[in-house]
């Protein structure tokens, strides 16, 4: 919390927030129950942002800013890098990851369109890259398809690093300057889950994600 009376233009000073950082909350060999809570308040971290229409993020998702406390609450600290979206345009991305969601072919597309990723004047095979778009975002989305997911499986992990190895391929494709921190949101939270691995429910994530979309179509 901000202490408006004890800061200045140049001095922010929040109050303390206890707990340990993810390696020591692991190294005290937590039971599963208790990873599992934890995964559940990092997932719904992101996706209660998204349902309450904050065009705002904490965009700096990696374990050193949270905090795995003894009350069983999960603390979030170092709001250094915050991104305010534009809200069309993360209105779209919100409705892009739908569209993977429900495999909306044509949807995706236009989405990618819409972000600047899909350039028909590009000299990059735009086919081709619309494809892989299409199957890597159908992969990632793999834990919206289902009501729970075990982000500890470990070819999921595999998978994904597959995935993202072949991406680079296509590092040279030019996109609005606000998509990277699309990306850092979503394989930040991934991350920090496979670190984690617990098994969580999905299902409202998906639910957030598809009344947004909807909202946005509507």
Same mark, same amino acid.
């Given at each position: 919390?901000?202490?408006?009376?004890?800061?200045?233009?140049?001095?922010?000073?929040?109050? &303390?927030?206890? @707990?340990?950082?993810?390696?020591?909350?692991?190294?005290?060999?937590? =039971?599963?129950? %208790? +990873?599992?809570?934890? @995964?559940?308040?990092?997932?719904?971290?992101?996706?209660?942002?998204?349902? %309450?229409?904050?065009?705002? #993020?904490?965009?700096?998702?990696?374990?050193?800013?949270?905090?795995?406390?003894?009350?069983?609450?999960?603390?979030? +600290?170092?709001?250094?890098? +915050?991104?305010?979206?534009? %809200?069309?345009?993360?209105?779209?991305?919100?409705?892009?990851?739908?569209?993977?969601?429900?495999?909306?072919? =044509?949807?995706?597309?236009?989405?990618?369109?819409?972000?600047?990723?899909?350039?028909? %004047?590009?000299?990059?095979?735009?086919?081709?890259? &619309?494809?892989?778009?299409?199957?890597?975002?159908? #992969?990632?989305?793999?834990? &919206?398809?289902? =009501?729970? #997911?075990?982000?500890?499986?470990?070819?999921f992990r595999r998978?994904?690093?597959? &995935?993202?190895?072949?991406?680079?391929?296509?590092?040279?494709?030019?996109?609005?300057?606000?998509?990277? #921190?699309?990306?850092?949101?979503?394989?930040g939270l991934?991350?920090?889950?496979?670190?984690?691995?617990?098994?969580?429910?999905?299902?409202?994530?998906?639910?957030?994600?598809?009344?947004?979309?909807?909202?946005?179509?509507?």
């Amino acid at each position: 919390q901000w202490l408006p009376e004890l800061s200045s233009e140049r001095v922010l000073t929040m109050t &303390y927030v206890g @707990g340990v950082h993810l390696g020591e909350f692991l190294a005290g060999q937590p =039971d599963q129950q %208790r +990873i599992d809570h934890f @995964g559940q308040l990092l997932w719904d971290f992101i996706h209660d942002q998204v349902e %309450r229409g904050i065009y705002s #993020f904490h965009a700096d998702i990696h374990p050193g800013n949270f905090l795995f406390r003894d009350d069983d609450r999960l603390g979030i +600290i170092d709001f250094g890098c +915050i991104k305010e979206f534009p %809200r069309d345009f993360l209105d779209t991305c919100v409705y892009m990851l739908a569209a993977h969601v429900e495999d909306d072919a =044509d949807a995706i597309r236009s989405c990618y369109r819409e972000v600047g990723i899909l350039d028909e %004047r590009s000299s990059e095979p735009q086919d081709e890259l &619309y494809a892989f778009l299409r199957e890597f975002g159908r #992969f990632v989305l793999t834990p &919206y398809t289902s =009501d729970c #997911f075990d982000f500890g499986d470990p070819e999921f992990r595999r998978q994904l690093n597959e &995935y993202i190895r072949a991406s680079m391929q296509w590092r040279d494709i030019r996109a609005s300057k606000h998509f990277i #921190f699309v990306n850092r949101l979503l394989f930040g939270l991934y991350a920090l889950l496979m670190q984690l691995k617990p098994r969580i429910s999905t299902r409202r994530g998906r639910d957030i994600l598809l009344a947004a979309s909807y909202r946005r179509a509507g």
